[in-house]
């Protein structure tokens, strides 16, 4: 075990990653937070975030940050990634006879693996699905168990990466974007596949557009809507890799005019918003609003927006650093990207325990 200062510490997993608790809690952490790196990431991407959570939340939380997926493994796809990530929650689980509560945090594309692996993590209340709606009640269901907390995405391409300028560096120039569709395979394996909805896996539909619904025995909305509280962190400029439509989930026309922050606690958090779920028939209304955009991206927006949503847009638009804003947001490396701390303070200040 390596004490980090400030009350923390870390260790090796049994079962891989790295466990992030208080040196010395005054009781024992019920609540286990699993931390989800992106794209060629690492567990220590949110070496950061880890510590600064458990410092902040020492007898309410442990911390698990993923390595199931480290550096190259990130390009065998999303659902591939989602499996192993759940096994090892799975292990993480059962190492830990004192956890009742779960809770996800993810980065990237590391958001779109943490809905895949609740998915497949997902328990019905009491083993039963027609117990999940009784009348106007609903039962949650659990995440292997445990009560299912805080899913919190940071920059994660939750509508993909295809065209209508949702990767920012590739200019919205429609040429470029129909190149890139074609040869994202080349660079980012089944993952690029993944991201530009270019799968076809024996004819299903792209695996994404599956991902907001349940599937088979993948119950991804059910396990999305078990949780008490879902947040999209997006950035609004400067993330060359995930533009602030698909992190936030929502349509062009939704995105809201935001002003320069005037909270000296949190200067770079623009925009606030609750968004309530959507019931079908005003999902379809939108969707004939909104008949110009992409029919598969209104389709992932009509379906992962029938769960509420809590949106917290952010700028680094004044910072020095301001084109490293996709790494900002998550405070990668401390000793590079500092300015982003108050982004995971507001993370921790509106943290359900």
Same mark, same amino acid.
């Given at each position: 075990m390596e004490d980090e200062g400030g009350g923390v510490c870390s260790k090796e997993s049994v079962n891989g990653g790295t466990d992030v608790s208080a040196a010395a809690p005054a009781s024992s952490p019920? !609540?286990?937070?699993?931390?989800? !790196?992106?794209i060629l990431?690492?567990?220590?991407?949110?070496?950061?975030?880890?510590?600064?959570?458990?410092?902040?939340?020492?007898?309410?939380?442990i911390v698990h940050c993923s390595e199931c997926n480290m550096y190259r493994l990130t390009l065998d796809g999303v659902d591939v990634m989602g499996e192993r990530l759940a096994d090892e929650v799975v292990g993480v689980i059962s190492r830990k006879p004192e956890i009742r509560?779960?809770?996800?945090?993810?980065?990237s594309v590391g958001g779109l693996v943490a809905r895949y692996a609740i998915g497949r993590l997902y328990r019905h209340p009491e083993g039963n699905p027609s117990q999940e709606h009784l009348g106007d009640f609903c039962v949650r269901g659990t995440i292997c168990g445990l009560e299912a907390v805080n899913f919190v995405t940071v920059a994660t391409p939750h509508l993909g990466s295809r065209g209508n300028?949702?990767?920012?560096?590739?200019?919205g120039v429609t040429a470029i974007e129909n190149v890139a569709s074609r040869v994202i395979h080349w660079i980012f394996g089944r993952t690029g596949r993944h991201l530009f909805l270019k799968d076809n896996d024996e004819g299903q539909p792209p695996l994404l557009l599956r991902m907001v619904d349940d599937c088979g025995d993948l119950y991804f909305m059910s396990a999305l809507r078990a949780f008490k509280?879902?947040?999209a962190y997006a950035n609004v400029g400067y993330d060359h890799i995930v533009g602030w439509r698909t992190s936030s989930i929502r349509r062009n026309s939704e995105l809201p005019r935001w002003e320069d922050s005037l909270s000296e606690k949190y200067p770079h958090i623009v925009y606030e918003e609750l968004s309530k779920e959507t019931n079908a028939d005003q999902c379809e209304q939108d969707s004939v609003i909104n008949s110009d955009s992409d029919e598969l991206e209104e389709k992932m927006v009509i379906g992962l927006t029938r769960v509420s949503w809590e949106r917290v847009d952010v700028s680094f638009h004044s910072s020095r650093q301001r084109f490293?804003?996709?790494?900002?947001?998550?405070?990668?490396?401390?000793?590079? !990207?500092?300015e982003g701390a108050d982004v995971i303070q507001h993370m921790i200040d509106h943290f359900l325990t």
């Amino acid at each position: 075990m390596e004490d980090e200062g400030g009350g923390v510490c870390s260790k090796e997993s049994v079962n891989g990653g790295t466990d992030v608790s208080a040196a010395a809690p005054a009781s024992s952490p019920d !609540h286990l937070v699993v931390m989800v !790196h992106g794209i060629l990431g690492s567990t220590a991407d949110w070496q950061y975030g880890a510590r600064e959570f458990v410092k902040m939340l020492p007898d309410r939380v442990i911390v698990h940050c993923s390595e199931c997926n480290m550096y190259r493994l990130t390009l065998d796809g999303v659902d591939v990634m989602g499996e192993r990530l759940a096994d090892e929650v799975v292990g993480v689980i059962s190492r830990k006879p004192e956890i009742r509560k779960i809770s996800f945090i993810a980065h990237s594309v590391g958001g779109l693996v943490a809905r895949y692996a609740i998915g497949r993590l997902y328990r019905h209340p009491e083993g039963n699905p027609s117990q999940e709606h009784l009348g106007d009640f609903c039962v949650r269901g659990t995440i292997c168990g445990l009560e299912a907390v805080n899913f919190v995405t940071v920059a994660t391409p939750h509508l993909g990466s295809r065209g209508n300028r949702q990767v920012p560096f590739l200019f919205g120039v429609t040429a470029i974007e129909n190149v890139a569709s074609r040869v994202i395979h080349w660079i980012f394996g089944r993952t690029g596949r993944h991201l530009f909805l270019k799968d076809n896996d024996e004819g299903q539909p792209p695996l994404l557009l599956r991902m907001v619904d349940d599937c088979g025995d993948l119950y991804f909305m059910s396990a999305l809507r078990a949780f008490k509280c879902r947040v999209a962190y997006a950035n609004v400029g400067y993330d060359h890799i995930v533009g602030w439509r698909t992190s936030s989930i929502r349509r062009n026309s939704e995105l809201p005019r935001w002003e320069d922050s005037l909270s000296e606690k949190y200067p770079h958090i623009v925009y606030e918003e609750l968004s309530k779920e959507t019931n079908a028939d005003q999902c379809e209304q939108d969707s004939v609003i909104n008949s110009d955009s992409d029919e598969l991206e209104e389709k992932m927006v009509i379906g992962l927006t029938r769960v509420s949503w809590e949106r917290v847009d952010v700028s680094f638009h004044s910072s020095r650093q301001r084109f490293a804003a996709h790494s900002l947001i998550q405070v990668k490396y401390s000793f590079m !990207h500092s300015e982003g701390a108050d982004v995971i303070q507001h993370m921790i200040d509106h943290f359900l325990t």
